[in-house]
């Protein structure tokens, strides 16, 4: 076994997702949960005293997509990844767990409520809406599996004149409408936007429901009886401002919690509005202020704004939110020596030097599935939206344009995440997971002398690139049969393919292992030979030819998992010796007398060496630190 050290590395986040605006008895409050730390953490904003008045950890919850309040003013919140269901009383201060676990979930989205102290709910992956009466106690499924083929029931929203619950499903979306007793009577998206990924309700007017569909970037306006679409409207650029002066709220169509994306809709003028926050900070809320004359806006870092439409001002609403812990998503060590780590969620970005064993955060950068390095710079491919920036080192971090936007791949190619990344030959190769709904993913090549880039979409028919290494002028690609979140699957087995860079000869396509969904951790091997892992079960294959001469499946591994794109890690050690992440789960690997042996008792994740030979990785049972082995191995 190895002995392990903890490193300095550690990233920082104010993660505000849920969150719910209220006035309790004369006093603005916001309530949040921070997410993240180990332990989610609620807590109560009074916006006139500016600070925070109550915080208590949530046990069992990593953080929060849906808070509300209820009809009887107690404050409701469901969490994850564990799928608790929590409820804090304003007049006795307390917060209490409801549910460490609703069954068979482990998300619970939005929340809503109705007049007669009713809250209703969306989990994932179970795709179930329930309703909780806080008169009764009483904890009771509408349904479960409501499209058998859906895992997400993302937004609901209470209708009290038609009496009714409506349930946004997704990734390919659905509006339900259920009556009590009933169950669902209708679908009210019109079939026009039925292969979309989102669908957003925002809320009512008269008898129509404003529903702003996020891939197409329009609201539109529903019959709430025949379903039929009344109106469009182009939704402006999310990095635009535009909420104008004068406008009366009473107008506005406002969303509250994670519905609205910073937008409002102009009933009269069937305009959308957009509010923005600081620089890449998405907006998790916005609401009428009680003033009547501003809207208050949240955050998802924490940053609080009131907008006055009579004045235009904005203003920063100054209280202090504490940052907590996040999970390290990627490392990567550059030609100089330097590690550099990424955060999940909203990224941080985190440059450790392992010789003085400190680091400094950055922050500008989301969170990125993907790192690569050449010649001076570091190459980041960031999720949502699959944007590539570029860091040049021979610059300070704060140096206008570093790092840079070079390009993204949801617009032209409706990629996500940027999961496989390493240069050759002076072009970075980038491999992607296709958007939530979507299972197309690409291969993208980016030459760093010209600045220009080819798309490969659907390079590997409905699978995504998840691994990449270059051997003698050839490219060898790992595949998963996974696309995006919540898609359905055209295989059953990863692929391992080879293709010729220098003329785009594509040679061979194999599956290495049947049955297993991932081909991931590709190295080739000093002798000459590429090897990976199929899911857990590791594997050698002859390069030229594609076959397969050895396999061994090394951990327990569960195809049937809730999450998607199980990546391995395979690098070859300072030494003789090859070292595999795989299953959470850490070995060597002698390749002469094909010896395996498991180095480490606690799950672990990510791989990767300094210049000392140290290794590290992600310690799967704190994900928020980063551990090495105290001395080089072999």
């Known amino acids: 076994m190895i002995e392990f050290e903890k490193t300095a590395i550690n990233i920082k986040k104010t993660l505000m997702q849920g969150v719910c605006y209220s006035v309790y008895k004369g006093e603005n409050r916001l309530y949040g949960v921070l997410a993240e730390g180990g332990c989610a953490t609620f807590i109560v904003i009074s916006l006139d005293k500016k600070k925070i008045i109550f915080s208590q950890d949530a046990p069992g919850a990593t953080g929060s997509w849906g808070v509300a309040v209820a009809s009887d003013d107690r404050v409701y919140f469901g969490s994850y990844i564990n799928a608790g269901f929590y409820r804090f009383d304003p007049e006795k201060e307390e917060m209490e767990t409801l549910f460490s676990n609703l069954p068979n979930a482990k998300f619970i989205f939005s929340l809503d409520t109705d007049s007669k102290n009713n809250i209703y709910g969306g989990t994932w992956p179970n795709c179930a809406v329930f ?28 209708n009290e004149e038609r009496d009714s619950l409506y349930a946004c499903i997704s990734a390919h979306s659905h509006v339900l409408e259920y009556k009590e007793g009933k169950g669902p009577v209708k679908d009210i998206l019109p079939d026009k936007y039925k292969n ?27 019959d709430l009886d025949s379903g039929e679409l009344v109106s469009e409207a182009v939704c402006p650029d999310i990095k635009e401002e535009y909420l104008p002066l004068n406008v009366d709220l009473n107008d506005l169509l406002i969303s509250h919690g994670h519905r609205n ?6 009933i009269k003028n069937n305009m959308v509005y957009h509010f923005t926050g600081e620089l890449n900070d998405i907006i998790m809320g916005i609401w009428p202020y009680s003033d009547g004359e501003s809207v208050l806006v949240s955050g998802f870092e924490g940053k609080i704004y009131l907008y006055n439409v009579k004045t235009g001002i904005k203003t920063k609403v100054s209280i202090e939110i504490p940052r907590k812990s996040i999970e390290v998503r990627q490392l990567h060590l550059t030609a100089e020596g330097v590690m550099h780590a990424s955060g999940y969620l909203r990224g941080g970005s985190y440059l450790y030097d392992p010789e003085g064993g400190s680091g400094i955060q950055y922050n500008g950068i989301g969170q990125c599935e993907g790192i690569a390095s050449y010649n001076g710079k570091v190459y980041y491919g960031k999720y949502p939206g699959a944007y590539i920036y570029e860091y040049d080192l021979a610059k300070s971090w704060d140096t206008p344009g570093n790092p840079r936007e070079l390009f993204e791949l949801k617009t032209p190619a409706n990629q996500d995440r940027p999961f496989a990344m390493k240069v050759y030959n002076e072009k970075l190769y980038i491999g992607s997971i296709p958007d939530y709904g979507d299972i197309q993913g690409a291969l993208t090549i980016y030459d760093i002398n010209s600045g220009t880039h080819e798309i490969k979409k659907d390079f590997s028919d409905s699978r995504s690139i998840i691994s990449v290494c270059f051997d003698n002028g050839i490219m060898y690609g790992g595949t998963t049969v996974c696309g995006g979140l919540g898609s359905y699957t055209k295989h059953t087995s990863g692929t391992v393919f080879a293709m010729d860079v220098k003329s785009s000869e594509y040679i061979y396509e194999i599956i290495p292992v049947e049955g297993c969904k991932n081909a991931g951790g590709l190295c080739m091997t000093e002798d000459g030979m590429l090897i990976g892992c199929a899911d857990s079960t590791f594997f050698i294959m002859n390069p030229i030819d594609g076959n397969v001469v050895f396999t061994k499946k090394l951990a327990a591994f569960d195809r049937n998992k809730d999450y998607k794109w199980e990546i391995s890690f395979i690098k070859k050690g300072p030494g003789k010796l090859y070292y595999i992440v795989t299953a959470n789960t850490l070995f060597s690997f002698d390749n002469e007398t094909r010896i395996f042996e498991q180095l480490a008792e606690k799950k672990v994740n990510l791989l990767e060496f300094d210049k000392q030979g140290r290794l590290y990785c992600q310690y799967e049972d704190n994900v928020r630190e980063i551990i090495r082995s ?4 072999e």
């Open 131 to 158: 309703k909780y009466s806080g008169d009764k106690e009483k904890l009771e499924f509408y349904d479960e599996k409501i499209e058998y083929t859906e895992d997400y029931v993302r937004i609901v929203l209470y």
């Open 630 to 633: 105290i001395n080089s191995v």
């Open 196 to 222: 979309e990924p989102f669908a957003r309700i925002f809320g009512f007017h008269e008898n129509t429901a404003g529903i702003y569909m996020m891939k197409a970037g329009k609201m539109i306006m529903v």
């Open 261 to 266: 994306n910073g937008m409002a809709l102009d």
